[in-house]
């Protein structure tokens, strides 16, 4: 909500969503008379603004009272349109951003890092990630590492809108040594890859102390008297 003196707008900006070419939407803005006297309430936009808007039907709106009008947007583009909408009285103004978003792709993938730990040479790890789709276009997709370490299943494929997919790929290391990977996913509708990384320490032979299935790197007894054994399976 946005206030300006003697005049109280609501919403504070409008958007538009995912509209296709030669599609049409509207929507409601409403101004309230805050002061203590009548007065004539305009709305309007630029004479090149993309946007259209009604004026009210009333000439003057009471102390207290709103005025309702109407925002119309036709997309004649796939690209995002901007303008301001300008809601004025007698002694004062409040421009309002309208905005226009054309259909697009977007993507989350869950988990981005994979710390594999340590790991002996010639030992196959293998991980599972997913991608959920959040946008609002098909898109064909890319999985790619430039580490011959890395195999990745399905590396391309479509995805298509609020679609989760589960991938994964399988790592083996040849030789010792901490080691770093970046995997990219790309599309075909987006211009940024999302990178996951993938870290290790590869040793020649490995002792690793598991505890309930997990890596650790120390184990605490506890209090253990003289002559007491305990054992930790």
């Known amino acids: ?31 309230k008379n805050i002061s203590k006297k009548p007065m004539k309430i305009r709305f309007s936009f630029p004479y090149n ?45 409040v421009e309002i951003p309208v905005i226009s978003y054309p259909p697009a792709a977007s993507f989350k993938i869950s988990p981005l890092e994979f710390d594999l730990g340590t790991i002996a040479v010639n030992t196959t790890e293998e991980r599972k990630f ?30 298509s809108p609020q679609q989760t997919i589960e991938l994964g790929f399988s790592f083996r290391s040849t030789k010792p040594g901490k080691t770093e990977y970046k995997i990219n996913f790309t599309t075909d509708k987006t211009d940024s890859p999302i990178i996951l990384t993938v870290k290790a320490d590869v040793v020649d032979h490995s002792i690793v102390l598991l505890h309930e299935g997990k890596e650790i790197q120390d184990y605490n007894f506890g209090y253990v008297y003289f002559g007491q054994k305990k054992v930790v399976q």
């Open 49 to 93: 603004s993309p946007f259209t808007v009604d004026q009210t039907k009333t000439n003057v709106t009471p102390p207290g009272l709103e005025a309702k009008s109407t925002v119309h947007f036709t997309c004649s583009k796939l690209e995002i349109e901007k303008s301001l909408l300008k809601v004025e009285c007698d002694d004062c103004f």
């Open 1 to 31: 909500m946005k206030s300006q003196k003697s005049l109280q707008i609501l919403p504070d900006n409008i958007i538009f969503h995912d509209l296709e070419i030669g599609e049409t939407d509207t929507m409601e803005v409403w101004a």
């Open 130 to 159: 997913k991608i959920q789709s959040v946008g609002t276009l098909d898109a064909n997709y890319k999985l790619s590492c430039k580490s011959d370490s890395i195999k990745l299943t399905k590396p391309t494929g479509t995805i």
